[in-house]
Nanobody, 123 residues
Framework: QVQVVESGGGLVQAGGSLRLSCAASGRTLSIVAMGWFRQAPGKEREFVAS????????YYADSVKGRFTISRDNAKKTVYLQMNSLKPEDTAAYYC????????????????WGQGTQVTVSS
């Protein structure tokens, strides 16, 4: 089993920045990719960004390209999401996911999910 725990959420004004962290533990050798997803109130959970664990491969939703950056620290088994130029529409619960397959936007290809961390952007 793999456990993932998110941290770093909070309240920020529009235009500000936050960095989310996601630490993986357990059978981390089985992880091939990790991703960030978010769910706003009344909306479905959506893809934000993903990164492959051992190759230079990252993907972003169009809505965050140029503003968010996903990165990884293999030694720490941690993935980060640097969020800049935040907008009120970025307000959501952000979830980290890990999986043994590929870096992808498909939620069904991730096996392990965190509990989420809340990001609130005020206007």
């Amino acid at each position: 089993q793999v456990q993932v725990v998110e941290s770093g959420g909070g309240l920020v004004q529009a235009g500000g920045s936050l960095r989310l962290s996601c630490a993986a533990s357990g059978r981390t050798l089985s992880i091939v990719a990790m991703g960030w997803f978010r769910q706003a109130p009344g909306k479905e959970r959506e893809f934000v960004a993903s990164v492959a664990w051992n190759v230079r491969s990252t993907y972003y939703a169009d809505s965050v390209k140029g503003r968010f950056t996903i990165s990884r620290d293999n030694a720490k088994k941690t993935v980060y999401l640097q969020m800049n130029s935040l907008k009120p529409e970025d307000t959501a619960a952000y979830y980290c996911a890990a999986g043994p397959r590929i870096a992808t936007s498909r939620q069904d290809l991730y096996d392990y999910w965190g509990q989420g961390t809340q990001v609130t952007v005020s206007s």
